[in-house]
T-cell receptor, first 111, second 114 residues
Framework: SQKIEQNSEALNIQEGKTATLTCNYT??????LQWYRQDPGRGPVFLLL?????KEKRKERLKVTFDTTLKQSLFHITASQPADSATYLC??????????FGGGTRLMVKP | GAVVSQHPSWVICKSGTSVKIECRSL??????MFWYRQFPKQSLMLMAT?????????EQGVEKDKFLINHASLTLSTLTVTSAHPEDSSFYIC??????????FGEGSRLTVL
């Protein structure tokens, strides 16, 4: 069966360090992979989209990698700040107009 | 960037009543919108895909007669929770995607059924 796995345990890091979140999937052949941020009681907010033929994409302090051989995406936040504390969701898109979300990983950045 | 507006942001209703939630794409047309449900500390669960001008496509286990979806225009989809019960209390979120591919979400609607 298809699975998207994100670490369900919260990730706690110190301000200024790089946060790395992992998204692993099985039995998917996604055309795109997307990352979203969700704050408590709010709808998710789109961060980055990476295509299957792209290895890496950057946006300001964010970096996403996509390894279709390992079936894994890594999401990095450099120089993390307390304001980066949130739940981060990865989502797979098979280009069929539907996204499937992972369970999300909660990031806590301590000052 | 694209904006999706959802209303109301929270609603409290009595058991047995119906509640309507609206989802609007403010600056793009959306032939397809998506409705999700999210329980505390859990991920988004897709309930249904709303298709403009046609019937919605429901995910397995979602009662179409209980969760009525209407997508009457390219910028508006509504979700009506009929005969609501306390177990329907949840966070309902809509989303839409322009041609660029990313999904834009509404702010969510928290439903509490007493």
């Amino acid at each position: 069966s298809q699975k998207i796995e994100q670490n369900s345990e919260a990730l706690n890091i110190q301000e200024g360090k790089t946060a790395t979140l992992t998204c692993n999937y099985t039995n998917y052949s996604p055309a795109y992979l997307q990352w979203y941020r969700q704050d408590p009681g709010r709808g998710p907010v789109f961060l980055l989209l990476i295509r299957e033929n792209e290895k890496e994409k950057r946006k300001e302090r964010l970096k996403v990698t996509f390894d279709t051989t390992l079936k894994q995406s890594l999401f990095h936040i450099t120089a993390s700040q307390p304001a980066d504390s949130a739940t981060y969701l990865c989502a797979l898109d098979n280009a069929g107009n539907m996204l499937t979300f992972g369970g999300g990983t909660r990031l806590m950045v301590k000052p | 960037g694209a904006v999706v507006s959802q209303h109301p942001s929270w609603v409290i209703c009595k058991s047995g009543t119906s509640v309507k939630i609206e989802c609007r794409s403010l600056d793009f047309q959306a032939t397809t919108m998506f409705w999700y449900r999210q329980f505390p500390k859990q991920s988004l669960m897709l309930m249904a895909t709303s298709n403009e001008g046609s019937k919605a496509t429901y995910e397995q286990g979602v009662e179409k007669d209980k969760f009525l979806i209407n997508h009457a225009s390219l910028t508006l989809s509504t979700l009506t929770v009929t005969s609501a019960h306390p177990e329907d209390s949840s966070f309902y979120i809509c989303s839409a995607r322009p041609y660029t591919g990313e999904l834009f979400f509404g702010e969510g609607s928290r439903l509490t059924v007493l």
